[in-house]
Each structure stands twice: as structure tokens, then as C-alpha cells.
């Protein structure tokens, strides 16, 4: 239910961001993003973690690893034929309809997208032809759908890429990277992977008004310079590789694509863009993550810096996953500059984000065999939890936070 007093911040925002409902594509002017009408827009965002990757600590399972390793272990319990079914309902329940439609309700302009590359094309390891790409159609399908609920909601969905071939960092959860295979940085066909892939998405969303940009690599963090003391590239000064690949991905785009917005991310969990400036397109846009800090002008200082120094504008692509103060104070820091923001996540267990999950029944019981070494399920009892647990992140079987929404939405 909508309280009176989030419908008044809805429309007091709608008013304020200069129509979010104006038709056209998202453009850069100067540095600033806006419409097809040349209006500012603030772009007010929630990113949908967990839906086409999960991460463990969205389930109480962070300890298990990345979501390959996740699902080995629930193989071991259920089967290969259950688990697939598991994820196929995951898939099917987490996000639809309904949780776009209630999106725009809570005032909500646009979406960020996390997505698995796999769910588009095979691995590399995988390809029956060695150098050729076989797509696949699950993850344009839900790509589809999800656009089209946007669409009709007016919300722009941004496309980010979470998950690349390989993995783009030695933060394993994030991208489902395996260790024990080459990463993104250690092959190329693994990069030219990325790259056609990334041409696949521009040709087919070419023409696409309400896809509001492409995140072409979320949180690249990766040493380059082989300093084992800095394995997430925090320190890294030249960063000539994710520069490189970032232009090749620019140029795969805009051989299908004139319209969309480019938004590129630096090294160390987005936030390093030493060697990576000046940008090399006329319409891109620089994301930041902002986590735990402070929220003083002297926090986001370093990127008020890079939008004066290279006219561009920039984007506060990820933060949250902290208390209702921090969400305002943060939230109103950044509009105060001018800049929009994408929240994370929508949906988990726990309680500092829009939805909550409930723990369903016997799901307790899994992790504790998972994560402690506790007393192991019967197939029928890991079956049944995961059962229940689709079922539960279906949208009315969770709690909405209208306390988190109040943080994020209200002066």
C-alpha cells in the first residue's frame, strides 16, 4: 500500500526531475544527462541484484562463494535436473511485472539491470566452435520483458554488465568468477567475448528510447601491474587494459547503436579512473560506487572534479546496504550535485533495503549445512525449501520497507 505521504513525494519528484515521462533518449549535455527535450534528468534507481546473479549474502549463504559454487552444492543435494529447475522458478518469480509496476508507484524512474553474461552466451570453455559465439536466447527473453514492463511504466532500464566472461575481479561473488579459470583479463577470447556480446545487446536495443544506457563493466577490480598488495586495481595508475577493452566495447556499440548512453566504470570497484580519462565518445557518462563513506561534498570530491575537468557528467551507479540516515543523507548529497543514483538492492534477507525476503521454512536448516557444517538435509526437505523460497521472493510474499523507501524519496 502507498502511504498519502509517499504519493506526495512521488509527484513532488516527477515534478522536480523535469518529466521523467518525456519520450526520447537519455543524452549527455555537458555535465549534465537529459531528455529528448533537453531536460535535466535525475535519474532515481534501484539495481536488481540477485535476480540474474546471485550473491550469497543476499541468501545467508555468502560464505558458500560465488553463485557457480552455490549451485554445485545444491546439485549435490537435489540433482543437476531440480537444481535447474530451482533456478529456472528463481528466474521465473524474482522479478516481474508487478515489481516494476511497483517501482514507478514508490517514484522510482529507472532500473539498473545486473546480468549474467551466461544467460546470453555460452562460456568460452563451452562453445562447441572454438572463436564463434552461440547465443542464448533465456537472457534476451527476460531482457525483453523486463524493458516492456518498463516501458509501460515510463522507467528507463539501464543495462549493466555484472557478470562478464571469466570474471572481471578477484571479488569472485560479484562477477561468479571461477579462480580456477582464466578471467576476463587472462583471455582474449574471454574480451572479445565481452565485446561481441556487447554488440549483440546495442543491435537488437538500437532503437530503444526507455533503455536509458549501457553499463558496460560493473566494479572491474584487478591488479594489473601484478602488485599482489593491490589485487582489486585500488592503487593501479595505469589501467591501460580496462581503458582498452572499455574503447573496443564503445566501438563494437556504436557500429549498431548512435543513441545510447555509454557509462563506463574505473577499476577498484568502479572508483579508480587513473589512465582511463579523457573519455573517447560524445555521449558517456562516468558511474561511481559509493559504499560506508562519509556523505560530505568532500566524499564524491575526487568525481565533482572529473565531471568540471572532462565536461561529462556522472552517475552514482551503486550504493546502499547501510541504515536509513546514511540512505538520506547520501541520497540528498548527491541531488545536490545534480547527480542521480541506483540503490542496492531491491530484494534480500535482511531488512535495510525496499523488500525483504522471508527465510521460508527448512530453508535455515540448508544453510546451516551449507555455510556451518550443520546436520545435512534429506533431498525432499532441501527440495521443499527451495521450493518455498521462490515462492517467497515472488513480491507480495515479502516485506516492503516503507521506512527504507521514506529514506531514499523524501526532502
Not at 542464448?136 to 527473453?141: D, N
Not at 549493466?160 to 571461477?178: F, T
Amino acid at each position: 500500500m502507498i502511504t498519502i505521504r509517499r504519493l506526495l513525494a512521488f509527484l513532488l519528484l516527477c515534478c522536480v526531475s523535469g518529466s521523467s515521462f518525456a519520450q526520447g533518449f537519455l543524452k549527455t549535455k555537458g555535465r549534465l544527462i537529459v531528455n529528448g527535450k533537453g531536460e535535466n534528468v535525475i535519474l532515481r534507481g534501484i539495481g536488481l541484484g540477485g535476480w540474474m546473479l546471485q550473491e550469497g549474502y543476499m541468501l545467508k549463504l555468502g560464505k558458500v562463494g560465488p553463485q557457480y559454487r552455490i549451485r554445485e552444492k545444491l546439485t549435490e543435494l537435489v540433482g543437476p535436473e531440480k537444481t535447474a529447475a530451482f533456478y529456472n522458478r528463481w528466474l521465473a518469480n524474482d522479478i516481474r511485472k508487478i515489481d516494476i509496476d511497483s517501482m514507478a508507484a514508490w517514484g522510482f524512474n529507472s532500473v539498473r539491470l545486473p546480468m549474467h553474461y551466461a544467460l546470453y552466451t555460452l562460456p568460452v570453455d563451452k562453445e562447441p566452435s572454438p572463436g564463434k559465439d552461440t547465443w542464448l536466447e533465456k537472457g534476451f527473453v527476460l531482457t525483453d520483458s523486463l524493458l516492456r514492463w518498463c516501458k509501460a511504466d515510463h522507467i528507463y532500464l539501464i543495462l549493466d554488465m555484472h557478470a562478464a566472461p571469466g570474471g572481471q575481479g578477484n571479488d569472485l561473488p560479484i562477477a561468479d568468477r571461477d579462480p580456477s579459470k582464466p578471467s576476463l583479463w587472462e583471455s582474449a577470447a574471454n574480451r572479445e567475448k565481452m565485446v561481441a556480446l556487447w554488440g549483440k545487446l546495442a543491435q537488437r536495443y538500437a532503437g530503444e528510447p526507455w533503455i536509458g544506457g549501457y553499463d558496460i563493466i560493473n566494479e572491474p577490480n584487478w591488479g594489473f601491474a601484478g602488485d599482489t598488495s593491490d589485487l582489486h586495481g585500488i592503487k593501479e595508475t595505469g589501467n591501460a587494459p580496462l581503458r582498452q577493452l572499455m574503447v573496443d566495447i564503445t566501438a563494437a556499440i556504436r557500429a549498431v547503436d548512435k543513441n545510447h548512453l555509454i557509462i563506463i566504470e574505473g577499476n577498484g570497484w568502479g572508483n579508480n579512473y587513473r589512465g582511463i580519462l579523457p573519455q573517447w565518445d560524445n555521449n558517456m557518462v562516468l558511474s561511481f560506487h559509493k559504499y560506508w563513506n562519509p556523505n560530505t561534498e568532500e566524499a564524491i570530491r575526487g568525481y565533482l572534479n572529473l565531471r568540471e575537468k572532462y565536461n561529462i557528467p556522472i552517475w552514482l551507479g551503486e550504493s546502499g546496504e547501510n541504515n536509513n540516515q546514511w540512505f538520506h543523507e547520501a541520497v540528498r548529497l548527491v541531488e545536490s550535485h545534480d547527480i542521480g543514483w541506483a540503490w542496492w538492492p531491491l530484494k534480500k534477507m535482511g531488512t535495510n533495503q525496499p523488500l525483504e525476503v522471508i527465510m521460508p521454512a527448512g530453508f535455515q536448516q540448508l544453510v546451516d549445512y551449507l555455510v556451518k557444517n550443520g546436520p545435512r538435509p534429506t533431498q525432499q526437505e532441501a527440495e521443499k525449501a527451495l521450493d518455498a523460497l521462490t515462492e517467497n521472493i515472488r513480491l507480495e510474499k515479502c516485506i516492503v520497507h516503507h521506512d527504507v523507501l521514506d529514506a531514499l524519496f523524501l526532502p
